[in-house]
Structures are given as structure tokens and as C-alpha cells.
């Protein structure tokens, strides 16, 4: 089992910043992939950002440019640095970790909103 704890949603107003962070435990295998993706009310959840343990990233087409994902590996944590936030950004954010045989554990889910 995979236990997954996020921090640092929270509200801020357009063109902020926030930085979310994400602790994996339990059975761990430093090779899995982690990263984020979010889900806004009415819509299905979406990639936002992953990171490979080697440094391979993937980013969700409307947050290229404007966030940027990190990982420890030694801490298996993985952080996701969020800039020049817009109202559309406004989701509650999922960590992910995907096991390398394809299974996916997911965080609880931690609530950004940006609004003025």
C-alpha cells in the first residue's frame, strides 16, 4: 500500500503563486512515476504535471510555461511550483503515484482557488 500526503493548497489571487507538495510512504519503489493532475467542478480530472524518477517530466498543455515540477527521490516527494495562476487554474489537486506496474494511488486532494 501507498500512503500519499499533500500540502500547500490554498487561495491566492490571479497572477500568484503556490507550491504543493507530496510525500509518498509504505510500499514505495523509488522508480515510479509521480506528479499531479487536478479536477475542476464539472469537468474530469486532468494531467497537470508528472516527473519520472530520472527526470522525465510531462506537462498538461494549459500549465506549460507557467508550472514546474520537482521531485526528491531520496524523500520521494514531489513538489509542484504553480506561477502566474489564472481564475481557470482553480481546481482541487490530486497527487498521483503511478506503481511500474501500472498502478495508480492517489492523494487526497488539496484545493486551489484563485480568485481576486
Known amino acids: 500500500q501507498v500512503q500519499l500526503v499533500e500540502s500547500g493548497g490554498g487561495l491566492v489571487q490571479p497572477g500568484g503563486s503556490l507550491r504543493l507538495s507530496c510525500a509518498a510512504s509504505g510500499s514505495i519503489f523509488r522508480f515510479a512515476v509521480m506528479g499531479w493532475y487536478r479536477q475542476a467542478p464539472g469537468k474530469q480530472r486532468e494531467l497537470v504535471a508528472v516527473?519520472?524518477?530520472?527526470?522525465?517530466?510531462n506537462y498538461g498543455d494549459s500549465v506549460k510555461g507557467r508550472f514546474t515540477i520537482s521531485r526528491d527521490n531520496a524523500k520521494m516527494t514531489v513538489y509542484l511550483q504553480m506561477n502566474s495562476l489564472k481564475p481557470e487554474d482553480t481546481a482541487v489537486y490530486y497527487c498521483?503515484?503511478?506503481?511500474?506496474?501500472?498502478?495508480?494511488?492517489w492523494g487526497q486532494g488539496t484545493q486551489v482557488t484563485v480568485s481576486s
Open positions: 516527473r519520472s524518477s530520472g527526470g522525465s517530466t
Open positions: 498521483n503515484y503511478r506503481s511500474t506496474a501500472g498502478y495508480d494511488y
